[in-house]
């Protein structure tokens, strides 16, 4: 359990804001991650604050840089950025643990979260709520173009859930639904089909020709 940077209380699941003393406390990167701020600000706006967020890198064998809400702590990752800061933070995860994933979610998923549409911090359209993985507990904001929008706890969330064999997971299930669907997808007949049609309707046009070749001939005999 994380602690107050101020007063050391202990800070329940996503709680950033100490019961004890209420200092904000950032949960996911502070004392976690040596990352590091550039001098100006970011031309992208926080959807919960209405501030600018500040460019941090969080890249730990290379450079990457993400935007960070100084006042909510929420992040806001670039198409691919997630992934990449993931896959840097949490290696070596070679079997699924379903009871914890389960119990990570029991932890951190909030029942009574009230349901809002917010909009991405560079287009200012409404994102789409979508769920990051399966079991992963957590429904990310995202924009088609621009990104992902993460609330403070929720990058966590994720790195739990992936030491816990959470992306193991996700991608047996993807892989059995890609399975499920070729099993199940028609055979592509539409060649056979078109050679049979043709064949049918030359077949036709033969048979007229000789019929009308026919009357002709019959013709020609009785004049």
């Keep these: 359990m994380a602690r107050c940077q101020s007063c050391s209380a202990p800070l329940p699941a996503n709680t950033n804001v100490c019961l004890y003393c209420q200092v904000r406390n950032d949960v996911d990167l502070n004392n976690k991650y040596n990352f590091s701020s550039t001098e100006k600000d970011s031309s992208r706006i926080c959807p919960q604050c209405q501030t600018n967020l500040t460019t941090i890198n969080v890249g730990t064998n290379k450079d990457l840089f993400i935007e960070r809400c100084r006042n909510c702590f929420g992040l806001f990752f670039d198409p691919g950025e997630i992934e990449d800061f993931i896959n840097q933070s949490v290696s070596g995860v070679f079997n699924i643990n379903r009871e914890l994933l389960n119990n990570i979610n ?8 009230k349901i809002t549409y917010k909009r991405c911090p560079e287009c200012q359209e409404f994102m789409q709520r979508k769920n990051f993985g399966h079991k992963s507990g957590i429904v990310v904001d995202r924009c ?3 990104g992902v929008w993460l609330e403070s706890g929720e ?10 064999g959470g992306q193991l997971l996700d991608d047996k299930i993807k892989q059995q639904k890609a ?7 028609p055979i592509n007949n539409s060649y056979t089909l078109t050679n049979e049609k043709y064949y049918r309707e030359s077949k036709t046009d033969i048979l007229d020709i000789d ?13």
Excluded: C, P
């Design 106 to 113: 029991k932890d951190r998923y909030q029942n009574d979260k």
């Design 211 to 223: 019929l009308v070749e026919t009357i002709s001939h019959f013709i020609g005999k009785l004049f």
């Design 155 to 164: 990058i966590t969330h994720l790195l739990e859930w992936r030491k816990a």
């Design 144 to 146: 088609r173009n621009h």
């Design 179 to 185: 399975n499920e669907f070729k099993r199940q997808k």
